[in-house]
């Protein structure tokens, strides 16, 4: 690809943020739906963003008991998906909309705080934002469009 003052442009992967329910699915099911995001941030097609309180959420929802997950295959996991992201510092003071669900706080205020070109999720208390919020929220499969189209 050439820039306009004609040198090489450099194609950039999209920082973006997964909301904990697109995460374990993409972890925890390999031939779900969701499997591509775990290929695109491991064949670095996209950069995953972290912060302490959604690598938090994370863990919490690993250890829930329907999942059945001993500790080292929650480190397992962890270790597959952690090394590939940026960690970002959020500001506490950071602002954000109210959304109803306390737990999807974390995730509008990682995009906010690390400027993302996406917050990718399932979630209907996050996507009704989607219209409003300074950063694009996507369906998981209206990313995986994007993706496509770069």
């Given amino acids: 690809m050439v820039a306009e003052d004609g040198t090489q442009a450099r194609m950039t992967r999209p920082r973006v943020v997964l909301d904990t329910n697109v995460l374990v699915s993409a972890l ?42 001993a500790a080292e295959e929650r480190e397992d996991l962890l270790g597959d998906y952690l090394p590939w992201c940026e960690t970002v510092a959020v500001p506490d003071a950071i602002a954000i909309p109210d959304c109803r669900d306390p737990f999807d706080r974390p995730f509008l205020a ?34 995986k469009e994007e993706l496509a189209g770069r």
């Fill in 110 to 143: 990682l995009a906010r705080a690390a400027r993302a070109d996406a917050l990718v999720s399932g979630d209907a208390d996050l996507l009704v934002f989607a219209g409003s919020f300074d950063v694009p929220i996507l369906a998981p499969a209206a990313f």
């Fill in 28 to 69: 925890l099911f390999h031939s779900g739906s969701m499997s591509w995001l775990r290929l695109a941030w491991q064949s670095e097609t996209i950069r995953p963003l972290a912060s302490r309180d959604t690598a938090a959420e994370l863990i919490r929802v690993l250890s829930y008991p329907k999942f059945r997950l």
